[in-house]
């Protein structure tokens, strides 16, 4: 059983009632809404998502559809994904990182013995943008964080424009960001995972 099936935040929103077949019987429905860890065979939908929603912008992704593959092969605890009825609508991929701030290899390693959570990327599908889901999902992940021994730090990094968003979800900025990707610049941001002994006696992590 995956880490987030036993967490009540982490359970779909609602579920449609089950529908009933002419012949009376019940037929299987999907969640209207389940948040999860992704595994490696949610690779190519993650990479689609984050293709369109990165490419038009800045003409590269955060993650490539083998990196993508890398870290969920190596940490899938850390990612998260909103599925609507069985389709990815929106998702998180992180990793461990055991410095201070970021350095360019926290793009690529996960640092099985770090404390600090690196969010490589979120992304919401086109269709489902401007609906505050970006900001909910986030506010899963780092729910689902304070159940992981392991972390006391989320990082991020990204675009000055993006500052607010993070902002509202809790984030602080930490200045600017010593990773560069071509001329792009950024701000490093983190948020404190707190609470760890109070989660798990009550939330049964």
């Not at 077949?21 to 065979?41: I, K, N, Y």
């Not at 640092?111 to 690196?118: D, I, L, N, P, T």
């Not at 986030?138 to 607010?164: K, N, S």
Request: aromatic content about 8%; hydrophobic content about 40%.
């Amino acid at each position: 059983m995956s880490a987030l099936s036993a967490l009540p935040f982490l359970k779909p929103v609602h579920l449609r009632s089950p529908r009933s077949s002419p012949g009376g019987q019940r037929r299987h429905t999907l969640p209207a809404s389940e948040f999860r860890c992704l595994s490696p065979e949610d690779a190519v939908s993650v990479f689609e998502i984050e293709r369109e929603a990165f490419i038009s912008v800045s003409g590269d992704c955060p993650l490539h559809l083998d990196e993508i593959r890398h870290f969920l092969n190596l940490c899938p605890e850390l990612s998260l994904g909103w599925f609507e009825e069985g389709r990815l609508v929106a998702f998180i991929i992180g990793s461990l990182w055991d410095q201070e701030r970021l350095s360019q290899a926290a793009l690529t390693l996960h640092k099985a013995q770090g404390s600090a959570v690196h969010i490589h990327v979120l992304a919401v599908h086109r269709t489902v943008r401007q609906q505050g889901k970006g900001s909910i999902l986030m506010w899963r992940y780092l729910q689902h964080l304070r159940c992981l021994p392991c972390a006391r730090r989320a990082l991020l990094m990204c675009e000055p424009f993006l500052v607010p968003f993070y902002e509202k979800c809790g984030f602080e900025a930490v200045g600017p960001c010593e990773v560069t990707v071509g001329d792009m610049a950024f701000v490093e941001m983190q948020h404190p995972v707190r609470g760890h002994a109070f989660m798990r006696r009550n939330s049964g992590c």
